[in-house]
C-alpha cells in the first residue's frame, strides 16, 4: 500500500477548516495533520475544546502553535504606536493576524517535514493571499492547498457534507464566523453580505451591553501599555484586561467596509474593544507630548503601516524602516489616561504626563500668555501673512 502523503492543516476549529479535515482525508486520501496558531485569541479550555474536536474529526495529530508574544512584539505593538486604524474605523483586528499565523505554520512544517499546507480561505476574501503569499516568500517549497477556495462551495453544501460524515457543528459556528485574536475579534455572517443589513447584538461573541458605566486607567511607558488602574502588567496582559472590562460594555464595537486585496468590497462586523480603547488613549497622550510635525508625520507613517499589514506586504523591508520611525516616536509618549466606559462608547477624560506640553508655565490657552508679547504676536501675524497678502496684491485684478 502506498503512503499516504502527510498535509499540515491551519486549523481553527471552524465550519470551513472543520470541512477541510475530512474532505483532505476522505477525497484527497492525505494524512492530515492540525496546527492552530494563537495569536491571543483563545483560553486554554478553548484550545483543549477545539484539540478535542480535531481528534474527532480524525487528524493524525494536533498541535497548538503560540504565536502571541511574536505578534504583540512584532506588529501590534507597532500599530499601537502608530494609531492604525483602517478606513478610520478597524484597528485590523484579524487582518493583521494571519501573516503571523503563516509564519508559525512555515517554521512548524519546515522542522517537521510536511511538503503540503492547507488553509479554508475562500477564493473571496483577504486571507487567501496573506497565506499564500506569506507561505510562497519563506518556503516556495512547499504547496499550498486550498479545498473551500477550489471547490467553491458554499457553508450550506459544507454543513451537508460534514452531517454525511456524523459530524454536527455548534449552531453559532454555523451561522456566523467568529475570528478572535488578541487585537480583536471579527463577525462575519449573512447580514455582512449586504450593504444595509445590522449585526444582532447575538452575533457577537460578548452579546447585549451591560448597563452603567465605569472609570479606567491606562499607563504608558515609551508608548506601550504597562499598567491598568495603577496595577502593573505586562502589555499583553493589559490587553486582555482590557477586552474583557470593554466587551461587558460591547466597546469597540463595529462594522468595517473596505477595499480588498482582490479588489472588491468587503463588510465585516468587528468587536475590538481593547484595541480601540488603547488607541484612542494612547494618541490622547500623544497628543500633549509630541510636537505638531511628529503627530503629522506619525499619522502618514501609521496609515501606510497599517496598509501594508492589510495588503499582506508585512514582509516587505520598508515595513522595518516605518517600524523604526515609530519607535523613535515614542520616547516620551509615557504617561497615564484614564477613559469613561458606558454601552457601546468609550471616552477619554484625561491625560497625565510629565512629557505634557501642554503646560500653564508657558500660557493658558484662551486666557493668558506668559512668553510673548502683544507686539510679538503683531509682528508675527504679519510674517506669517506675508505671502499671501503678495499673492492677494498681484492677483487682485482676477478676482471676480
Not at 227 to 248: C, F
Not at 359 to 372: I, L
Not at 388 to 399: F, G, L, P, S, V
Request: proline residues 3%; hydrophobic residues 40%.
Amino acid at each position: 500500500m502506498n503512503k499516504k502523503e502527510k498535509i499540515l492543516l491551519a486549523f481553527s476549529g471552524g465550519l470551513d477548516t472543520s470541512f477541510c479535515a475530512i474532505y483532505l482525508a476522505r477525497e484527497r486520501n492525505y494524512e492530515v495533520h492540525s496546527a492552530i496558531v494563537n495569536t491571543g485569541g483563545f483560553t486554554g479550555e478553548e484550545l483543549d475544546r477545539i484539540a478535542d474536536h480535531a481528534g474527532k474529526l480524525g487528524v493524525a495529530s494536533h498541535q497548538v502553535l503560540d504565536a502571541t508574544g511574536d505578534y504583540y512584539r512584532n506588529c501590534v505593538r507597532y500599530m499601537l504606536f502608530g494609531n492604525t486604524l483602517r478606513n478610520r474605523n478597524y484597528p485590523l483586528s484579524v487582518s493583521s493576524e494571519r501573516s503571523f499565523q503563516a509564519i508559525a505554520l512555515v517554521r512548524y512544517a519546515t522542522d517537521n517535514g510536511f511538503k503540503a499546507i492547507a488553509h479554508g480561505s475562500t477564493a473571496a476574501g483577504n486571507d487567501q493571499v496573506r497565506f499564500d503569499l506569506t507561505i510562497n516568500v519563506l518556503a516556495p517549497e512547499i504547496r499550498v492547498v486550498t479545498p473551500i477556495r477550489d471547490l467553491g462551495i458554499s457553508r450550506v453544501k459544507e454543513i451537508e457534507y460534514l452531517q454525511q460524515h456524523g459530524i454536527e457543528m455548534e449552531q453559532k459556528t454555523v451561522k456566523y464566523s467568529i475570528n478572535k485574536g488578541l487585537w480583536g475579534t471579527s463577525v462575519g455572517g449573512q447580514e455582512t453580505l449586504t450593504s444595509h443589513q445590522e449585526l444582532p447584538d447575538e452575533a457577537f461573541p460578548s452579546g447585549p451591553p451591560a448597563e452603567g458605566t465605569e472609570l479606567v486607567s491606562v499607563t504608558f511607558e515609551k508608548g506601550e501599555p504597562v499598567a491598568l488602574d495603577e496595577q502593573a502588567m505586562k502589555p499583553i496582559d493589559v490587553i486582555r484586561r482590557l477586552e474583557e472590562i470593554g466587551a461587558k460594555y460591547a466597546v469597540g464595537r463595529d462594522v468595517h467596509v473596505g477595499d480588498t486585496i482582490i479588489g472588491i468590497k468587503g463588510r465585516v462586523g468587528f468587536e475590538a474593544p481593547a484595541a480601540r480603547m488603547l488607541i484612542d488613549a494612547h494618541l490622547a497622550l500623544e497628543k500633549h507630548v509630541l510636537t505638531r510635525w511628529q503627530l503629522h508625520w506619525k499619522e502618514q507613517v501609521g496609515g501606510w503601516y497599517g496598509m501594508f499589514v492589510h495588503e499582506a506586504q508585512f514582509l516587505e523591508p520598508v515595513m522595518r524602516n516605518l517600524e523604526a520611525f515609530l519607535v523613535s516616536t515614542q520616547e516620551n509618549v509615557t504617561g497615564t489616561v484614564t477613559l469613561r466606559l458606558r454601552p457601546y462608547v468609550h471616552t477619554v477624560t484625561g491625560v497625565s504626563s510629565e512629557f505634557d506640553l501642554m503646560d500653564p508655565e508657558f500660557a493658558a490657552y484662551g486666557e493668558e500668555n506668559k512668553g510673548w508679547s502683544a507686539a510679538d504676536i503683531d509682528g508675527f501675524t504679519k510674517l506669517l501673512g506675508n505671502q499671501q497678502m503678495i499673492w492677494h496684491r498681484k492677483n487682485a485684478d482676477r478676482r471676480d
